[in-house]
């Protein structure tokens, strides 16, 4: 029971990692309808961000988040700027094709630039309470408390500000919102930077908890998440909050079950079953074709 | 252009040409024309040509996106390689050979037609998550048997991949699909492509026609595969990966979406390509995808899109000189 108990507070640790780069991916896709592959690779280079700056000026760690954070806002818009926004008339497939190619730019050319992973530099020394049995970190609850509070202001920032209001009706009728005086590049670029800010949280948290960072993080964490939003429903924030957490708590039990490589095999099939019963995910609405 | 280029030759002159390439094929097995570099980058030519043909059909002429095309190579490759190590190792590679590689198409296609009907409730985005989905499935699926080798990959495979085996799969992969698209029934693949909903009520059996695309197009995908690990004796889950896809990706993109010539080039083109860049190292997987995002900005159906070069078209596509007057 304890054991049990101590695997649901980790899978509450990853699914709030998750959580914050799922909601970058399912923001896009509401807005844009466009799966943005680049994010999981936007993700991994936050955390390489972060590595750089503590290597060059040992700053505390709320600062750390905060400049990381802008940093990767920065290049979130930079990609929207310089790659996305020249196919945003061009047929659907060049731009998934797009941010495919953008991801694996971003990739591989941290990957050139540092081929062995990186040992993080530890950002944050962690207290850890022993409580029933349970250890709980420091860093734990801080993680969940960012990750959720981060969240709660996104939810706010859709649902009561006069951006998220152009973000939701963008994502209504892209045709019609630009004739109403909405200034659509701009807000779209305002969904690409929180995205990314989100996912460069997300960088930080995460190379702070597993401090081993490496290129391949992208594929293999990023798309995690990406996976997380998908299940929860693409375009939906509350769903890939759901999913996230979903995630987490399936990858962390896998493993406790069957031997850790099986992780990917289950968590890829978990996609592909949800996928087939439920084809918009678990919150998500069925898009109607018309004629 | 000139004339001749207009209008395809007469149907001797290009079976005679075909002849005269196979045989050159044989000529430089038999008596070691070139030395083992150019032959080895012939045959990846080769290889690159039977895959992006084949998923030209799915993304090209049919209009949907896969990005499952290096899950199919590893089907391919992974069950030719039991074939001819594991169960029929005994048998002479005139026969067991093409016997592995049709065997390594059979399985690709099987799944390929598991894949096809999940095409029918999804589409667009969707259909690239689950071909996503399929890839990653297949590459961890693999790692996790230990008949196979399990991440350490698959050892000791002979080299029956020749010069002539590789042509002979490049000529009948062109065919079949260019015969596939010309046909009345191809016409209904491209006919998903424009408008699905259309097509259906036009009478075109859209289920049928993405099921036969996705079969033949994994099938020749597992031919590649095939071929592949026997060339390189060696295969390994993570050679498979996303990196491999897009690489096929980047050909269809970079020769044009819908058209045969188009796939040629594109695979010469990515074959001089990979093999130019070879000292930059991981640089070059930063060269590839940016030239696949400066297409799309730019060229967005690659430089033969839509179009087709007058050979590859068959005869009967052309009026005849007494109707035109």
């Not at chain 2, 080798?149 to 002979?168: E, Q, S, Y």
Request: aromatic content about 12%; some cysteine; charged content about 10%.
């Amino acid at each position: 029971m304890d054991y049990f108990a101590q695997q649901a507070i980790n899978a509450i640790q990853l699914g709030s990692i998750y959580a914050l780069i799922a909601l970058g991916y399912s923001m896009v896709y509401g807005v844009l309808v466009m799966i943005n592959f680049a994010h999981g690779d936007v993700f991994m280079v936050s955390s390489f961000f972060c590595f750089l700056l503590l290597l060059v000026l040992p700053v505390p760690f709320i600062a750390a988040l905060l400049i990381v954070m802008l940093a990767t806002a920065i290049l979130g818009v930079c990609i929207e700027r310089l790659a996305y926004r020249p196919l945003r008339n061009a047929p659907r497939v060049s731009a998934i094709i797009t941010a495919l190619g953008c991801g694996l730019v971003i990739q591989n050319t941290t990957l050139s630039i540092s081929p062995y992973s990186q040992r993080m530099p530890e950002l944050f020394t962690p207290v850890t309470w022993n409580f029933a049995g349970l250890t709980i970190s420091s860093l734990q609850i801080l993680i969940v408390g960012i990750s959720v509070g981060l969240m709660l202001a996104l939810d706010f920032f859709i649902r009561k500000t006069r951006y998220g209001m152009a973000m939701r009706a963008i994502a209504q009728d892209r045709v019609t919102v630009p004739l109403m005086g909405v200034p659509v590049n701009q807000v779209i670029a305002v969904t690409f930077a929180l995205g990314a800010a989100l996912g460069g949280a997300a960088g930080v948290l995460y190379a702070s908890a597993y401090p081993v960072i490496s290129a391949t993080m992208g594929v293999l964490v990023g798309w995690k998440a990406f996976v997380a939003a998908v299940i929860g429903g693409i375009g939906n924030v509350r769903g890939a909050v759901l999913g996230a957490y979903l995630l987490g708590a399936v990858e962390v039990f896998t493993v406790t079950v069957l031997p850790s490589t099986y992780r990917d095999l289950v968590v890829y099939t978990l996609l592909l079953v949800i996928l087939i019963f439920k084809p918009y995910g678990l919150l998500g609405r069925p898009a109607v074709q018309k004629v | 252009m000139t004339r001749w280029l207009q209008h395809p030759p007469p149907r001797g002159v290009l079976l005679a040409l075909l002849a005269a390439g196979l045989a050159a094929c044989f000529a430089i097995e038999q008596f070691g024309l070139v030395d083992d570099y150019v032959r080895f980058v012939l045959i990846t030519f080769g290889i690159n040509i039977i895959l992006c043909v084949s998923l030209n059909l799915v993304n090209g002429w049919m209009g949907e996106f896969s990005v499952g095309h290096a899950g199919f190579m590893a089907l391919g490759a992974y069950l030719s390689a039991c074939v001819s190590v594991k169960w029929l190792s005994w048998g002479d590679p005139l026969w067991m050979f093409p016997l592995a590689v049709i065997g390594g198409g059979l399985m690709a296609g099987a799944v390929g037609f598991l894949l096809g009907l999940l095409s029918f409730k999804t589409r667009g985005d969707y259909l690239a998550i689950i071909t996503l989905a399929f890839l990653m499935i297949v590459k961890s699926g693999i790692e996790n048997i230990p008949y196979v080798g399990g991440p350490r990959g698959f050892l000791g495979i002979d080299n029956h991949t020749t010069l002539l085996w590789t042509a002979v799969w490049t000529v009948l992969t062109l065919w079949t699909i260019r015969n596939l698209v010309y046909s009345r029934f191809g016409r209904g693949i491209v006919a998903v492509r424009e408008d699905e909903i259309a097509a259906n009520a036009m009478g075109v059996d859209t289920r049928k026609a993405k099921l036969t695309a996705f079969v033949v197009s994994s099938f020749f995908g597992g031919v590649a595969g095939a071929l592949f690990a026997h060339q390189l004796q060696f295969i390994n889950p993570s050679v498979f990966d996303i990196v491999k896809s897009t690489e096929i990706l980047v050909m269809v993109y970079l020769g044009g979406v819908g058209s045969l010539a188009g796939s040629i080039l594109g695979a010469t083109a990515f074959t001089f390509l990979s093999q130019a860049l070879q000292p930059l190292g991981t640089w070059r997987m930063v060269i590839l995808p940016l030239i696949l995002v400066l297409l799309m900005i730019f060229r967005p159906r690659g430089i033969m899109g839509m179009r087709e070069f007058s050979w590859f078209v068959p005869q009967r596509e052309f009026p005849k000189k007494e109707d035109k007057k």
